[in-house]
């Protein structure tokens, strides 16, 4: 594996709803509990299972942390550069 594309992380973006969400918190311990998914979430996008639904388009998946109580639902584009969080419920 070339030394460029070892360890490379997804970018993170966050839809309108997913923004206000994040916005909205404002306890510590979730912002640090909502770091930990995402950063997980970069590292490996396909974690999270997929949901039933339409096949056109971005598949979205739903990742639910039961230790830090984070649930998340994103879609991952189609080179896995980017993970879009379109949901967050801490």
Excluded at 69 to 79: D, H, I
């Amino acid at each position: 594996m070339p030394p460029h594309s070892r360890g490379r992380r997804a970018r993170i973006a966050f839809s309108d709803a997913a923004s206000k969400a994040l916005e909205a918190i404002t306890s510590e311990a979730e912002l640090h509990a909502l770091d930990r998914v995402l950063v997980v979430l970069s590292v490996a996008p396909d974690i999270g299972e997929l949901l039933p639904g339409a096949t056109s388009g971005p598949l979205l998946r739903e990742y639910t942390d039961d230790v830090d109580q984070v649930r998340v639902l994103y879609f991952v584009t189609a080179l896995r550069t980017v993970v879009v969080v379109a949901y967050i419920e801490v």
